[in-house]
């Protein structure tokens, strides 16, 4: 049982281009989110699913595209990397709103 | 969403307790209440949440004001390694949405 696995752990990209932040728990949740973490910041829900084909924007959701093709997965899409978009990336599951299981992370870095 | 306020950093003294406060006024009543804690370079962690009734685990326990406007999150004694940031955060039920705000800063002084 891995828990929430982030994929890459660390990233520089230059501004324009795009990628894929994978996650992935096995824990067979419902519910999983993307959040990200400026310096010194509490962190901000990007977006959200509650269920496989179904996701929803969160608070800072320009930007980045999700999709939820299975229970397991749920990849964030840079479509045209920004500096603005540097942060800690930080993916979550959890079970009908109990307890929440947070990935380690993923450090992007725009120049 | 409904929003929290906790003071930004507090100080407690190893081995003792610590009360870490959360206002709450905007709740509804199907808002749960969570606590996680970030410890540096770390994902957050989950340590405690309710409704309506005072709760209890092995990390903390869970106070809540009768009119549910305010909870206390209390560390029983504290460590070293309960040095972290807290956030009390509230979620409706049905939607699983998490609002982080920018938490309290625990000290822990040896």
């Known amino acids: 049982n891995a828990g929430v696995t982030q994929t890459p752990k660390f990233q520089v990209l230059k501004t324009g281009q795009s990628m894929t932040l994978q996650c992935a728990q096995d824990?067979?949740?419902?519910?999983m989110s993307w959040y990200r973490q400026d310096p010194g910041m509490g962190l901000r829900l990007i977006h959200y699913?509650?269920?496989?084909?179904?996701?929803d924007q969160g608070e800072v959701p320009n930007g980045y595209n999700v999709s939820r093709s299975t229970t397991e997965d749920f990849p964030l899409r840079l479509l045209s990397a920004a500096p603005s978009q540097t942060s800690v990336y930080f993916c979550?599951?959890?079970?009908?709103?109990?307890?929440?299981?947070f990935g380690q992370g993923t450090r992007l870095t725009v120049v | 969403d409904a929003k929290t306020t906790q003071p930004n950093s507090m100080e407690s003294n190893e081995e003792e307790p610590v009360h870490l406060p959360c206002n709450h006024s905007?709740?509804?009543?199907?808002?749960?209440i969570h606590w996680y804690r970030q410890l540096p370079s770390q994902g957050p962690e989950y340590v405690i949440h309710?409704?309506?009734s005072n709760v209890n685990n092995r990390m903390a326990s869970l106070a809540i004001a009768e009119d549910r406007k305010s909870s206390t999150l209390i560390l029983h004694r504290a460590t070293l390694r309960d040095a972290a940031v807290y956030y009390c955060?509230?979620?409706?039920?049905?939607?699983?949405?998490?609002?982080f705000g920018t938490g309290t800063r625990l000290k822990v002084l040896a």
């Open positions: 979550a599951s959890s079970y009908r709103g109990a307890e929440a299981f």
């Open positions: 824990m067979n949740h419902e519910y």
């Open positions: 309710g409704l309506t």
């Open positions: 955060i509230l979620s409706t039920s049905g939607t699983y949405k998490y609002i």
């Open positions: 905007t709740i509804s009543g199907t808002d749960y």
């Open positions: 699913s509650v269920g496989a084909g179904i996701t």
